[in-house]
C-alpha cells in the first residue's frame, strides 16, 4: 500500500475567522499562495506521490471551490476567444493536463471536521483513505507516512510536526499516541499535523447524528483505546491561519524555494 493507491479527504469547510481579510470573500482553501489556492498546491503535493482521487468536503462559500473546478482548464490554461462566435480555444499542449479525479461533496454548512469526513465516506471507495486540512502546506512524505500505517496496524496514522504555534498535542509512547488533546499548551514540542491515514472502521466510533470535530470526536477517542499511530516529520510543515502566515509561504513561493512544491519550475497544469 501506498499514497498512490487512496482517496484523499480534504476539509474545505471551515470558515477561517483567524484569517478574515481573505476569507470574508472566499473559504480558506482558495487563499492564493504566487497566484494559486492553497488547494492547488495541497493537491499538486498528494499528486507527487501518485494520489490523484480527491474528496473535497465542502462548507463555507463551498460554491466558489466548485466554481474554480467546473472552471478548472478556463482558469489554468491560455485561451484564445472568438468573440464573434464565442469559440474558446485553448493554447495549452493537449498534453499539459491533469489527471485529478475531485468529488465535491457539500457536508453542510455547521457541521463539524469529524462529521464532514463522516458524510463524505460514502463516496470514498476503499478501506483505507488518506485525510488533511486545507489550509497547510509541508515537504511530508507521504508514503513513508503510509507505510508506517501499515506497519504499525492501527486504525489510524497521524502526522506530528514541530510548529512554533498551537494545535491539538499529541502524547506519544514510542510508536502510538497515548493521549490526545486538542490545542492545549504545548509542553514537547509535537503537535498534530494532519496529514493522515484512516481504516473507515475508524469512524464506527461516530454516532450517524454525531456532530463532533475530528479532533476531539475521532482522534481523542482513539488514542484512549490505543489505536492511534504516529509518524513524525522533521521536515518544513506550515499552517495558514493567519495573514502573516500567509504572506510567509507567499514570499517563499516568490522565493522559488518553497520546500512544499517539490518541482516549482514545472508549470501548474502539469501533473508531476
Known amino acids: 500500500m501506498s499514497a498512490s493507491s487512496l482517496e484523499t479527504v480534504i476539509l474545505c469547510g471551515g470558515m477561517g475567522t483567524r484569517l478574515r481579510e481573505e476569507t470574508e470573500f472566499k473559504p480558506k482553501p482558495m487563499v492564493e499562495i504566487g497566484g494559486y489556492p492553497i488547494i492547488w498546491h495541497i493537491m499538486r503535493h498528494y499528486r507527487h506521490y501518485g494520489s490523484n482521487r480527491f474528496i473535497l468536503c465542502l462548507g463555507y462559500k463551498g460554491d466558489i471551490i466548485r466554481n474554480y473546478f467546473l472552471n ?38 455547521a457541521s463539524l471536521t469529524g462529521r464532514r469526513i463522516y458524510r463524505a465516506l460514502k463516496y ?26 501499515r506497519r504499525l496496524g492501527r486504525l489510524a ?6 510548529p512554533s504555534s498551537r494545535f491539538g498535542e499529541l502524547g506519544l509512547d514510542e510508536d502510538v499516541v497515548r493521549s490526545f488533546q486538542e490545542k492545549p499548551q504545548v509542553k514537547d514540542g509535537w503537535i498534530n499535523g494532519g ?39 522533521h521536515g518544513f510543515w506550515q499552517c495558514m491561519d493567519t495573514f502573516r502566515e500567509m504572506q510567509l ?16 519550475t514545472t508549470p501548474m497544469n502539469v501533473p508531476d
Open 72 to 109: 478548472y482548464h478556463l482558469y489554468t490554461k491560455d485561451l484564445q476567444i472568438d468573440l464573434e462566435t464565442g469559440n474558446v480555444e485553448s493554447l495549452m499542449p493537449t498534453d499539459n493536463r491533469v489527471d485529478w479525479k475531485v468529488n465535491l461533496v457539500e457536508t453542510g454548512q
Open 157 to 162: 496514522t497521524v502526522t506530528a510536526v514541530h
Open 195 to 233: 496529514y493522515m491515514v484512516f481504516q473507515r472502521r475508524a469512524f464506527d466510533l461516530m454516532e450517524p447524528d454525531e456532530n463532533v470535530t475530528l479532533e476531539g470526536g475521532i482522534l481523542e477517542r482513539l488514542a484512549s483505546i490505543g489505536e492511534l499511530a504516529v509518524y513524525r516529520h
Open 249 to 264: 509561504l507567499n514570499d517563499l513561493w516568490a522565493s522559488g524555494r518553497a520546500p512544499w512544491a517539490f518541482s516549482q
Open 124 to 149: 470514498i471507495q476503499g478501506d483505507s483513505f488518506l485525510v488533511t486540512y486545507g489550509d497547510g502546506v509541508s515537504d511530508i512524505d507521504l508514503d513513508a507516512v503510509v507505510s508506517q500505517h
